[in-house]
Structures are given as C-alpha cells and as structure tokens.
Nanobody, 123 residues
Framework: QVQLVESGGGLVQAGGSLRLSCVAS????????VVWFRQTPGKEREFVAG????????DFADSVRGRFTISRDNAKNTVYLQMNSLKPEDTAVYYC????????????????WGQGTQVTVSS
C-alpha cells in the first residue's frame, strides 16, 4: 500500500506561482512512478506531469511544459510540482498518483491516489 497526501494548493492571481507537495508513505519507493493529474468539474482527469522516484524520466503535458517543473526529495518521500506563470485555465483539483512499474499518463493505470488539493487562479 502507498498513502499519498497532497498540500500546497490555494488561490493565486494569474502569473503567480504555487508549489504543490505530495508526501508518500507505506512502502519502499524503488520503481515507483509518481505523477500529477488535475480535474475540473465535468471534465476527465488530465495528466500534468510525472517522474520516476529516481527522477530518471520526467514528462509534462504540453499545456504546462515550460511553466511547471517536477522534482522529488527522496529523503522526505516527497514529490513537488512547482507551478509558475499560472493561468486561469490551470484552475483545478490537483491529485498525485503512484504506481509500481512503467510510467503512464493514463489515470486508469494508477493504483494509489491522494485526496487532491484545490488550485484556483484568478484573472
């Protein structure tokens, strides 16, 4: 089992920044991929960014590439999503998710999910 807890969401003006954190617990994280998804009401969850626990492979959605970065602190079992130059269309509930094995940008491939954190970007 893997438990994930997100934090760091909030209200920010367009052009601002936020850093989301995803703290993982419950098992060794060798081979665990951690990703961020986001979801707005009435829409499917959208892949945002992902990393292997070793940081060997990092991927971003086109909509956030160049504005968001993903990093991890293995000593703290934490993955961060740094979001810069935020836009109103980035408003969503952001979820971190984890799976053992090959990375994926499909939410159905992930076994473990956090509770989500709300990000609201005002224009």
């Amino acid at each position: 089992q893997v438990q994930l807890v997100e934090s760091g969401g909030g209200l920010v003006q367009a052009g601002g920044s936020l850093r989301l954190s995803c703290v993982a617990s419950g098992r060794t994280f060798s081979g665990v991929n951690v990703v961020w998804f986001r979801q707005t009401p009435g829409k499917e969850r959208e892949f945002v960014a992902g990393t292997t626990w070793s940081g060997g492979k990092i991927d971003f959605a086109d909509s956030v590439r160049g504005r968001f970065t993903i990093s991890r602190d293995n000593a703290k079992n934490t993955v961060y999503l740094q979001m810069n130059s935020l836009k109103p269309e980035d408003t969503a509930v952001y979820y971190c998710a984890a799976r053992v094995g090959i990375g994926s940008n499909k939410d159905s491939d992930y076994d473990y999910w956090g509770q989500g954190t709300q990000v609201t970007v005002s224009s």
